[in-house]
C-alpha cells in the first residue's frame, strides 16, 4: 500500500516486472488477445460509466483530482509489485504510477471543441519498458481506455488551468514523502504542482489521518470506540491535534459535530472527495460483483483446500503456501491484504502476519486469507483444529461465534442500520460468554471481542462505502469472534482459543447471498472436510540438505 523513485531494475527483479506488465495489460483488449491474457477484466465502458456517476453527483463548477499512488522499495534496487490507486483505476482504468486524472462536473471550452475529462499517463520509454514493462502512453490511454483528451504528466505543470476558479475541487489525501526520479513528470512533482495551482494547504500525515477518521468513521454510536482508539494512540495527548484534543475533552454529539465542521473547512474538498467515492463504491454494480463473487469463490475453495490437507505436523506457513498456491491456481494476481495464519496463541493476535509457527501440533488455526482477482478482495477467515477434531472447550467457543453469525446474517437486508449489525453481536457474544462464565457482565465483551463485526469489501479489502442504513448490492463482511490469551482472567481450559468466522455477503432486498458459502462453516463440517481427501496428500517433497 505505498511509494518510490524510478531505478534501473536488475535482473534479480524481471519476474516482479513481468507480474506488473501483465497486470496493466488487461486493460487493453489487444493484449488480451495477443499475449494469452484474461479476458474478464472491467470494461473501459464500465469505467467510463463511473465517471458519469461521479459527474452526477457533483455540483455545478467543480472539478475532481485524482493521483496514482506512489511506487515502493522492496528491498535496495527492487519495487514492490505496483499497486493501482483503487480510485483511480475505479474511473479510468489505468494502474500505473505518475498519473493524475481530472473530472469536470461541466463541460471546458478549448477553442471550438471542449472536454470533460484528462488524463495524464506516464510517457513512452523504450529503455525503461525493457526492464519494467510495457507503458500504455497517451495512444494506449486513447486506444484502450476511451479517453479522448490524454497527455504525458509532464504536461500538467504547463497545462492552463485555474483550480481557484472552481466552486469546489474535490481530491483525495496527497501522497506525502514521494521520491523523484528526476523526471518533470514524476509523481511528487504533480502534486506540487496540483497544491501550487490550487492553493491546497500542507496538513501532516498524522493530522489529516485524525482528521479523516473524525471525519469518515467517527459517530455518535461508535464514538466511546473512537475516544479509546485515540487514547492509546497518543499516550501523551499534548501531542496529539487540537481537534483530537477538543474531541477527547468532551466526547458527546455537539462536540462530534463542532469538530468535524470545523475538519470541513479544512479539508472540505477531502471530504467531499471521500463522500462521493463512498456512495459510489460502497453499492457495487454487476460487473464489479461478478468479479467479487470470482474473488470469493477462489477463497473459500483455498480454505476447503487446507481443512482437507490440514495436519498437526504442518506449519503456519505450509498452510499458507496451499491457500496461495490454490490462489494462482485459479488467476488470482495476489492476495488482498497480507495472510493470516495462526495456530494457538497466535490465533488471538487479530492481524498476526509472521505465520512462522513450525508446528500447529493439536491447536486450532485461524485462517484470515483473501485472494485478490482483477483488483478486488475477498475477505475470508476460518478457524480449525489442527487435528482434525474440536475439543469440548474450542467447540462451545466456535458455536458462540457461529451463532452470533447467524443471528447477524438475518439482518443483512436493504434497509437495516448498519449499526444494527455490530449491536447484535454484541448481545449474542456477551450472553454466550456469560453463560459459559468466561464473563459476569457484558460490559466485560470487549475483553474477548475487541474488533467490529463488518466492513465494506471491493477494491480495497476495507472497502468505501455508506455507515447508514444497508443498500441492495453492497458486499460487506460478517466476522464475529472471540480471542482468549493465555493470561486472561477466566479458567485456564479457554486459554489460547481465539475463534474468527468471516463471510463475504452481498446485501439483498429481502436478505442475503453468502457469497463465501464454498468454504464450511459449521463445526460439524469443518470436520467431515478433514477426513477427506486433498490433493495436496500426494505431494512429495525432498528433504533439504
Known sequence: MTDISFIMMTTRSFCRALVAVLAFCGSSSFAQTAQNLPTDYLSKEFHAGRRQALRDL???????????????????????????????????????????????????????????????????????????????????????????????????????????????????????????????????????????KAGIPDVDRQTMSDMMIIANRTTPQNLPRMVTFFKSRYSDLSKASPLVQQLLAKPDSVTLAAVKGKIGNTLGGTMGFNNFTSKLRGVKTPEEIAVLKKA???????????????????????????????????????????????????????????????????????????????????????????????????????????????????????????????????????????????????????????????????????????RGNLEENMVITVEPGIYIPAGSPCDKKWWNIGVRIEDDVQIGKDGPTILSADAPRKWQDVEKAATEKSIFEAAKFPALK
Not at 79 to 100: C, I, Q, R, T, W
Not at 103 to 128: M, P, T, W
Not at 313 to 332: F, P, T
Open 296 to 466: 470469493i469463490e477462489i477463497s473459500s475453495l483455498a480454505h476447503l483446500e487446507v481443512m482437507k490437507a490440514i495436519k498437526p505436523s504442518m506449519s503456519e506457513r505450509e498452510v499458507e503456501g496451499i491457500m496461495l498456491y490454490v490462489h494462482k491456481r485459479y488467476g488470482a494476481e495476489d492476495e488482498g491484504y497480507p495472510p493470516i495464519v495462526g495456530v494457538g496463541a497466535n490465533g488471538c493476535i487479530l492481524h498476526y502476519e509472521e505465520n512462522s509457527a513450525t508446528e500447529l501440533d493439536n491447536q486450532l488455526l485461524l485462517m484470515d486469507v483473501g485472494a485478490e482477482y482483477h483488483g478486488y478482495s475477498a475477505d475470508v477467515t476460518r478457524t480449525v483444529p489442527a487435528n482434525g477434531k474440536f475439543s469440548e472447550e474450542q467447540k462451545a467457543i466456535y458455536q458462540l461465534v457461529y451463532d452470533a453469525q447467524e443471528e447477524v446474517f438475518k439482518l443483512c437486508k436493504a434497509g437495516v442500520p448498519y449499526v444494527g449489525l455490530e449491536q447484535k453481536t454484541a448481545e449474542v457474544l456477551s450472553a454466550g460468554l456469560i453463560k459459559l462464565g468466561i464473563i459476569k457482565d457484558a460490559s466485560e465483551l470487549r475483553k474477548y471481542y475487541p474488533h467490529g463485526v463488518s466492513h465494506h469489501l471491493g477494491l480495497n479489502v476495507h472497502d468505501k462505502g455508506g
Open 58 to 196: 457533483m455540483p455545478p463548477n467543480s472539478v475532481a483530482v485524482l493521483f496514482s499512488f506512489p511506487e515502493q522499495v522492496f528491498a535496495n534496487d527492487v519495487n514492490y509489485v505496483y499497486h493501482p490507486n483503487p480510485d483511480l483505476y475505479y474511473f479510468s482504468g489505468y494502474k500505473e504510477p505518475n498519473s493524475v486524472l481530472l473530472i469536470f462536473k461541466d463541460l471546458q471550452a478549448d477553442g471550438d471543441s471542449s472536454y470533460n475529462e484528462v488524463l495524464f499517463v506516464r510517457h513512452r520509454d523504450a529503455a525503461r519498458e525493457q526492464w519494467t514493462g510495457r507503458r500504455l502512453g497517451v495512444e494506449g490511454a486513447k486506444t484502450q481506455l476511451g479517453f479522448k483528451r490524454v497527455y504525458n504528466s509532464e504536461d500538467f505543470a504547463s497545462f492552463a488551468i485555474d483550480f481557484k476558479k472552481f466552486a469546489n475541487v474535490y481530491y483525495d489525501n496527497l501522497p506525502e514523502d514521494v521520491t523523484g526520479d528526476g523526471t518533470a513528470g514524476e509523481l511528487k512533482k504533480l502534486v506540487a504542482a496540483f497544491k501550487a
